[in-house]
């Protein structure tokens, strides 16, 4: 992992900046899609073809949906066919494992499968390549009239292995008529460069305190469970905030803009505000393509609450295949549920603190349901959390926050605006210039000499 990080900073992306913008206009998308084939070839050869097979189904899906278009009810064919074939593809690969075991939980069945690895990315370019071909269907996006282009959107390797999930519509001028600028170049690497000292500096050492305070040998206490699972919550944020961030910079680098996928969620003062500001590419998609196709709040109160408990079983089930994701989805589209039907009027009259805090117990005991897919695992840890027997704070676990107690509160306020609002401030003065590039060179050597020295460097989000 160490290695292949290096390799991808100092060795792939120079080169493949150098080379892109060294051939000539026409070609960039060209030297993309195969540039892109050989960044995600590099990890996995063999699902090479597994992609190129989904860029060729949802390419053909497009185009027969296009041709059939005047007539409405056989357009639906086509587009029936292709999504079919996606999500048949997806639950292969992520779901029949699963599948399989819960059948065999009935007494009369015994089904033996073949595991198969996970492609990496599978969830986010399956999303992709569907909602092409239904927004194709609506008339919301242009069908693509070039192999090369729609796979280049397909593979674009800046955001192919954990999003954020870019829609067609949303590029589709842009894989044609874009212009690269210089500003647009330096913004990239400014936020690319932001991106990976959080995932590098801060979302590392959070993972590593989840981790530690996980192995002590002795009771954590109250305190130390509430500190550990406060490490997961900045794990997982910075984590995939840094990859999404890295994601938006090297597209910026290479002409593109990508939406923002995150807005600081932990400031959130209620759950349905969280979700607007968390993965909020995932939240759109799922919006779009299955909570407004159902009929969203058109339909009368049971109908909506229907809809909303389906949208969010599904994206408990995307987050992997395991029954603590599908609860996970549960929990929060019952809280979503509470709080837009029962407690709205409550929410607006309580102090901005009292909504701040409710919101992050909310989230932080989310996390605790995505971490475990163990569930006596998970009862242990809810228990340790409220268990005044086993004390404040365990020896091992003062020991822990201790030595991580510096970069923690480093963690709890790059969460927050704070940074981004005197950025802002300053960021027009005449000097400006000098702390910046500062701060970019230290995020840069720091993040190098992290990588090389810290064992511990997971992607959280390549799971899924």
């Excluded at 499968?113 to 399956?126: A, C, D, E, N, Q």
């Excluded at 117990?361 to 996390?367: D, E, P, Q, S, V």
Aim: aromatic share 18%; glycine share 8%; net charge positive.
């Amino acid at each position: 992992m160490v290695f292949s990080s290096l390799i991808f900073l100092f060795a792939y992306l120079p080169v493949t900046l150098v080379i892109y913008y060294a051939v000539p206009r026409k070609a960039r998308n060209i030297f993309l899609f195969f540039i892109n084939l050989l960044f995600y070839g590099w990890g996995e050869p063999v699902m090479v073809t597994l992609m190129l097979v989904s860029i060729v189904i949802n390419y053909a899906g497009g185009y027969f949906v296009e041709k059939c278009k005047p007539d409405k009810k056989k357009a639906k064919i086509p587009l029936i066919i292709t999504v079919i074939l996606d999500i048949g593809i997806l639950a292969f690969f992520k779901y029949s494992g699963m599948i399989a075991d819960t059948l065999n939980l009935l007494p009369f069945l015994h089904i033996s499968w073949l595991k198969v690895s996970l492609p990496i990315g599978i969830s986010f370019y399956t999303f992709q390549t569907m909602s092409y071909v239904i927004d194709v269907y609506r008339d919301d996006a242009p069908v693509s009239k070039s192999f090369i282009d729609f796979g280049t959107y397909v593979a674009l390797f800046p955001q192919l292995i954990a999003g954020p999930i870019v829609r067609y519509k949303d590029v589709a001028y842009q894989l044609r008529h874009r212009k690269e600028t210089l500003e647009q170049f330096n913004r990239g690497v400014k936020l690319f460069l932001v991106g990976l000292g959080k995932k590098v500096l801060i979302a590392n050492q959070m993972g590593a305190m989840w981790d530690a305070i996980r192995a002590t040998g002795q009771p954590n206490g109250v305190l130390g469970s509430w500190v550990g699972i406060a490490g997961y919550t900045l794990q997982i944020y910075f984590d995939f905030s840094g990859y999404s961030d890295m994601a938006c910079g090297l597209g910026n680098m290479l002409g593109f803009e990508f939406l923002k996928n995150f807005n600081y969620p932990y400031i959130s003062k209620s759950v349905t505000e969280f979700w607007r500001r968390w993965h909020i590419s995932l939240s759109t998609w799922f919006r779009e393509y299955v909570y407004i196709p159902l009929g969203g709040n058109r339909r009368g109160v049971p109908r909506q609450i229907f809809n909303l408990m389906v949208v969010w079983f599904l994206t408990g089930l995307w987050h992997g295949a395991s029954y603590n994701f599908i609860l996970w989805g549960v929990y929060y589209g019952v809280i979503l549920i509470i709080e837009k039907f029962i407690l709205k009027n409550l929410l607006e009259k309580l102090p901005a603190v009292l909504k701040h805090i409710y919101t992050i117990l909310i989230f932080m005991f989310g996390w605790v349901i995505f971490y475990f897919d163990d569930m006596a695992q998970m009862g242990r840890f809810f228990v340790s959390l409220f268990n005044f027997g086993d004390g404040l704070i365990g020896d091992d676990a003062l020991v822990i926050l201790c030595r991580y107690a510096f970069i923690l509160v480093i963690a709890i306020i790059a969460s927050t605006p704070l940074a981004a609002t005197v950025y802002n401030k300053i960021k027009d003065t005449k000097y400006a210039f000098v702390p910046e590039t500062l701060f970019c060179v230290f995020i840069l050597v720091a993040a190098t000499a992290a990588i090389v020295t810290q064992s511990y460097n997971p992607f959280l989000y390549f799971r899924f």
